[in-house]
């Protein structure tokens, strides 16, 4: 379980730039959920993901994984239970590395590196079987550098390398959203597959309320540094994407756009 307890988190702290993020915000997140979270730009959702993973840090308030209050942690201690994919298909993958290497370095993930070879002839025949899954011809392209993919490609990848090694926590940044619709489609569809099969309590932040009503099994909307929907279990199974837009819409004639 992910418990964001009391959170308070401000920009420019004292400066006439200054703008409050979280506001005593709390939020729990139970074992194996897939949670969408959608909401206007500004609204938290981003700021929420980077102070569960520790990219910046909080004000005030407690960060609470598995009963463990791990607020002092620093980012790449807690990224050890952790895969994280962002809208960027660059980020979180090596571009001059070819795919094969990507994915050894990724499965290599919180082991000690010495002067031995990465991978074995074995671990890239499963490599390949893993690329075959994607249905994306990869297994067939793996000794090209990964700067050499298509957008869609490469978060294909970035999606296996999140998910290598026992991880606990799925966290997914808009990772769609500088896809074209078919590719994105594909790129969905493989997450939800994944997200299944290795049982993992997840985050998606999205744009796109399509995706947040069809996928996962919770949706909540932020605005303001606050949920101002929040459905689970058969509310979300029900939810429209015209109920979500409505809300949405409601939220920017409120704020004047």
Not at 23 to 36: G, T
Not at 52 to 62: A, F
Request: proline letters at 2%.
């Amino acid at each position: 379980m992910i418990e964001l307890v009391n959170i308070n988190k401000y920009y420019n702290p004292g400066l006439i730039t200054e703008t409050c993020v979280f506001d005593n915000f709390s939020l729990k997140i139970k074992d194996k959920q897939f949670v969408s979270v959608v909401g206007s730009n500004g609204s938290g959702k981003t700021t929420m993901l980077n102070i569960i993973c520790g990219s910046i840090p909080i004000d005030s308030g407690k960060i609470i994984i598995d009963g463990q209050d791990i607020t002092n942690k620093k980012e790449f201690t807690r990224m050890k239970n952790i895969g994280r994919v962002y809208q960027n298909p660059a980020l979180g993958t090596s571009p001059h590395l070819n795919i094969i290497e990507n994915l050894a370095i990724a499965e290599n993930k919180n082991k000690s590196f010495n002067l031995s070879k990465l991978y074995s002839k074995s671990d890239e025949e499963r490599y390949k079987e893993l690329l075959k899954g994607l249905n994306l011809g990869l297994e067939d392209r793996c000794d090209i550098p990964m700067k050499s993919l298509s957008g869609g490609q490469k978060q294909a990848v970035a999606l296996l390398m999140a998910t290598m090694t026992d991880i606990d926590f799925l966290i997914l940044d808009e990772h769609t959203a500088a896809l074209d619709p078919k590719t994105a489609d594909i790129i969905m569809e493989l997450t939800d597959r994944i997200i299944k099969q290795k049982n993992l309590t997840s985050i998606m932040v999205t744009h796109n309320l399509r995706y947040a009503v069809e996928y996962g099994n919770r949706l909540i909307m932020m605005h303001e540094g606050k949920t101002v929907i929040d459905k689970e279990g058969s509310e979300k199974e029900n939810i429209k994407v015209d109920e979500v837009l409505k809300k949405f819409t409601e939220i920017s004639i409120e704020c004047g756009n």
